[in-house]
């Protein structure tokens, strides 16, 4: 089993910026690929940014140039740099994990972009 624990959510105006942060623990076995995604109320869940075990990263068309996803040295956590955040970002997001083909999911945290 992989465990995946988010932090960093909350509400910000648009405009500005948050960093959300996943740690990953448990059965890893690197490389392994980990991501973020996201869900609004009504909405299916979309990717927003993923990097691979093979090193791709992918953005969503709608963050590209706003977000920037990274993983520390050890692969084992992955941060989203969220900037210029806009009202439609708001949803919650969850962090997923893929390791030797199975997915895991964070419970997911909240970011609310409101004035």
């Known amino acids: 089993q992989v465990q995946l624990v988010e932090s960093g959510g909350g509400l910000v105006q648009p405009g500005g910026s948050l960093r959300l942060s996943c740690a990953a623990s448990?059965?890893?076995?690197?490389?392994?690929?980990m991501g973020w995604y996201r869900q609004a109320p009504g909405k299916e869940r979309e990717l927003v940014a993923y990097?691979?075990?093979?090193?791709?990263?992918t953005y969503a068309d709608s963050v590209k140039g706003r977000f920037t996803i990274s993983r520390d040295n050890a692969g084992n956590t992955v941060d989203l740099q969220m900037n210029s955040l806009k009202p439609e970002d708001t949803a919650v997001y969850y962090c997923?994990?893929?390791?030797?083909?199975?997915?895991?999911w964070g419970r997911g945290t909240q970011v609310t972009v409101s004035s």
């Open positions: 990097n691979s075990s093979g090193g791709r990263t």
């Open positions: 448990g059965s890893i076995f690197s490389p392994f690929g």
């Open positions: 997923k994990a893929v390791v030797k083909l199975y997915q895991y």
